[in-house]
């Protein structure tokens, strides 16, 4: 028998369905095995994503800087059944323990496959967004299927009470917010320095922000507020990192603007640190949002914040205090919040140190996976499942993808 058939710690399975790159919760998942480790678990990630998808390479990439194993399946669909027999069949070669869910997909295989496999079954909640009847359909099922999960973690406030009042028991909810491994979000140099290092103006200050170019994230409000800054006489340029389905619409929204050589859609970066070093100030423009973990970067980044009123943001960004809140959608006040900042540089670091000092405080990656270890040390202590239940795993080796 290998070393890890022999490996007699529980084993937890992530799984999760993704196109491209991913998206914001790709930074806890594939950073949460090594963690596990320190606390007696294993554990393993499973992403479902299109065949031939080019993005999962760069996702593979990312798993090895984080010393994470990511096994890939293709899936060509919801009737593409064969995705459920492969992931029982890793189930079952790896003696998986406690089965870990991050979407409507993964919640829905982990109630089936548990009707054949015992295990343990957790998921976390890190919001939805609904583009079209199917996509809230399959939302629907999501939330159904969580009432027979044994312990749903959520992001924020706002998704534990959607949670409960869909019919999931308040004691099988745990609000768990997202965090970051500071030590990775550390300023190496200035806004100017950073912006000459990737070829942009030094001296004309940088309003950005990071995120998939959705609807939901409200790019568009912050073009517009960018250009009635211009319109105001500020000089200032906007970087936008991420890629999406908006994009066409945001170019063309850009080439409509007074100044549209000012605005920089710089498409997906694997490493987004250098890029937040450029700005002055970031902003995220959200319509709905759980809680962005960009939003944590910028600030160990020591970069003010901008945000939009919405529940997650809410928990790290108190206006006049840790940052400038505005109402979702209003792209006036937005401007006259940048404005704000760049008027005043001593209010601007002000609030940024100050913000700073809070996630320091309050949102380390350690001290989210303490919370998340002492939901899998109870469910694992709890009298329905011993490890001599589960069926022990096999010599059979599980590939970093499965055709």
Known sequence: MNDEAADDRPLVLHVRVVTETGG?????????????????????????HPPQDPGFQT??????????????????????????????????????????????????????IRAVYRLKLVTTVHGWVSHNW????????????????????CVSPDLRETMIR??????KTELIRNAIVLEDYQRTCSPKEARVNLGFAADIPVIGSVGRLS???????????????????????????????????????????????????????????????????????SRREGLANVLLEAVAMEVPIVATELPGTQLVVEHQRTGL??????????????????RDDTFRRQLAEQALQEVREHWSFSGRMEKV???YDHLMNSQSFTRKNTIQPTNEPIDASIS
Not at 325 to 342: K, N, S, T
């Open 166 to 171: 869909s019919g999931v028991p308040e004691t």
């Open 215 to 285: 609807q939901e994230k409200g790019f568009d409000s912050l073009i517009t507020a960018v250009s009635q800054l211009h319109n105001e006489g500020i000089n200032c340029q906007c970087i936008l990192v991420g890629e999406g389905p908006q994009r066409t619409n945001l170019e063309q929204l850009i080439s409509q603007q007074s100044h549209p050589e000012r605005y920089y859609l710089v498409g997906h970066q694997v490493d987004v640190r250098p890029w937040l070093e450029t700005m002055d100030v970031f902003v995220s423009s």
């Open 373 to 375: 270890v002492a939901i």
């Open 134 to 153: 199917r996509t809230r359909f399959y939302f629907w099922i999501d939330r159904l299927s969580m009432r027979w999960y044994q312990q749903v973690i």
């Open 59 to 112: 996702l593979l990439n990312r798993a090895k800087e984080h010393d994470a194993v990511l096994i890939g399946i293709p899936d060509r669909g919801i009737w593409d059944l064969s995705v459920l027999w492969k992931l029982w069949r890793i189930c079952r070669q790896e003696g998986v323990a406690i089965w870990h869910g991050h979407d409507y997909k993964s919640n829905v295989i982990g109630l089936l």
């Open 24 to 48: 914001g919760p790709e930074k806890t998942i594939l950073n949460s095995p090594r963690h596990l480790e320190q606390h007696g678990y294993r554990a393993k990630c499973v992403y479902l």
């Open 325 to 342: 809140l505005v109402p979702v959608g209003d792209h006036r006040q937005l401007a006259g919040a940048i404005a704000e900042y760049l």
